[in-house]
């Protein structure tokens, strides 16, 4: 692995005196204010005097040997759909600019200051969080790592939380993830995003897309990074130290239904080199027909969760403010105003059905394993195109979808080696497999890449 920072190794700077937080605060400062950098496109807000304050109050703690946590003083980003206090939550919206500021911080945060983690800003994001692309006609695109120069989607909805820490603007992300927007945007910018299963992180203050499918996760540089961030988003008492599981004797199935199919090239290049190296380590593979997963397009047909419980949370703000929606997130919450009750009945039935039977199948194994997203980053100027844009954010979305109606967690990690464009390899589990996950993912990260 490259030499990065992580948070363990910024901890340890910390805690030997070769950094400080107010050092840290002012380095990520200044990548966002570089004016050739993605800082102007990747942030909504930039709270530079808070942040400032905070990391000297950190490094006082420190010098008293109270520091709340190893952590602390190391800066964040926390994606605009979140409350922090005294600020506007805009969900990457101009329909909300308007609105009463956050009277506390959403529970994920709070925890996250708690532990001595320094928020410097909010990200940028899909408005409402409604798409796995990551354009934003209000705030600006930022642009993925791969080839800025000609500029490629940086995935959704956690555009800017991915941009903020492939480009050391941050060194850690809060995002959420309701069909894959911590995991896609991880995946097309080279580093680890995770989705927790759902009751483990609390989503209050937070603005829903679907309160069924939706969750709160980490996205940062090392699956060590997200497991940390997400013991502190959990309220865990004790942050772990992760035990990589070893490659050899890991029992893998990779579904060859629906998360296989029309992959771009590069991807299952990529994809099947990574499987052939686990093999070449021992792990054992199996490749496995999952019928189920059939059944999550019959499942959205109708828009699915998303759109029906987006349509019950946006349908008075649509009246007043509509006219200043994305119209491409706007016809998509819409959709749910045709769902009757009857229909959404029949997808809660429908749904505690395909996790019965999915989580069965699975259950013989340590993980699945999958490509992240069936393409690589597509270029932004090639998605003017209102059904271009439909089709690959379809194909971004569509492997991260099965695990969150399967209220599971999973995990991408860069499989792609340097210099290539970027790949994620997705490993899931059901529900309450975190633990399980973190472990095989630590074990992998440093193999898949060779």
Not at 103 to 124: E, K, Q, Y
Not at 179 to 195: D, E
Not at 397 to 414: F, Y
């Amino acid at each position: 692995m490259p030499n990065i920072s992580t948070l363990a190794s910024l901890a340890a700077d910390l805690e030997s005196g070769a950094t400080s937080a107010r050092k840290l605060v002012e380095e990520c400062l200044a990548k966002i204010a570089d004016a050739s950098g993605e800082g102007s496109r990747a942030f909504i807000h930039v709270d530079k005097e808070g942040a400032l304050g905070a990391a000297d109050a950190m490094d006082r703690l420190r010098k008293a040997h109270a520091a709340p946590s190893p952590f602390a003083g190391i800066p964040v980003s926390i994606k605009d759909l979140f409350d922090i206090k005294g600020q506007v939550t805009r969900a990457g919206s101009r329909a909300l600019e308007d609105c009463t500021p956050a009277g506390a911080d959403a529970p994920v945060v709070a925890r996250l200051r708690r532990a001595g983690f320094i928020v410097i800003g909010r990200t940028n994001m899909t408005e409402f969080a409604y798409s796995g692309i990551g354009i934003n006609p209000h705030y600006g695109t930022p642009k993925s790592v791969w080839n800025r120069r000609v500029g490629h989607v940086p995935g959704g909805s956690s555009s800017g939380a991915a941009v903020s820490v492939a480009d050391g603007m941050a060194h850690g992300a809060l995002g959420t993830d309701t069909g894959g927007s911590c995991r896609i945007p991880a995946a097309f910018n080279g580093i680890v995003g995770f989705k927790p299963t759902q009751r483990r992180v609390p989503l209050d203050g937070g603005v829903p897309l679907s309160f069924s499918l939706d969750s709160f996760g980490p996205l940062a540089r090392t699956v060590q990074c997200c497991a940390t961030m997400d013991a502190v988003l959990a309220d865990e008492a004790e942050l772990p130290v992760l035990q990589p599981r070893p490659v050899r004797g890991m029992r893998l199935a990779v579904p060859t239904t629906v998360a296989l199919d029309d992959l771009d090239y590069e991807v299952a290049k990529t994809f099947e080199r990574a499987l052939e190296t686990l093999s070449r380590q021992g792990a054992l593979i199996e490749r496995i027909e999952v019928p189920e997963f059939l059944d999550v397009g019959a499942m959205n047909a109708k828009g699915g969760f998303a759109a029906s419980e987006s349509y019950a949370w946006h349908r008075y703000l649509i009246v007043s403010k509509g006219d200043v929606y994305d119209p491409r997130v706007h016809v998509r919450i819409l959709r749910g105003e045709g769902m009757s009750a009857a229909d959404y009945i029949d997808l809660l039935g429908a749904r505690k059905s395909f996790i019965a039977h999915a989580e069965a199948r699975i259950a013989p194994y340590d993980a699945l394993v999958m490509p992240t997203t069936a393409n690589t980053p597509p270029v932004i100027a090639d998605l003017a195109d209102d059904k271009a844009f439909a089709t690959q954010n379809l194909r971004a979305l569509r492997n991260c979808t099965l695990i969150n109606m399967l209220d599971g967690c999973a995990i991408s990690l860069p499989a792609n080696r340097e210099g290539e464009v970027p790949v994620g390899l997705m490993l899931a589990g059901a529900g309450g497999r975190d633990r399980c996950i973190f472990e095989l993912a630590a074990g992998m990260e440093n193999v898949i890449r060779v």
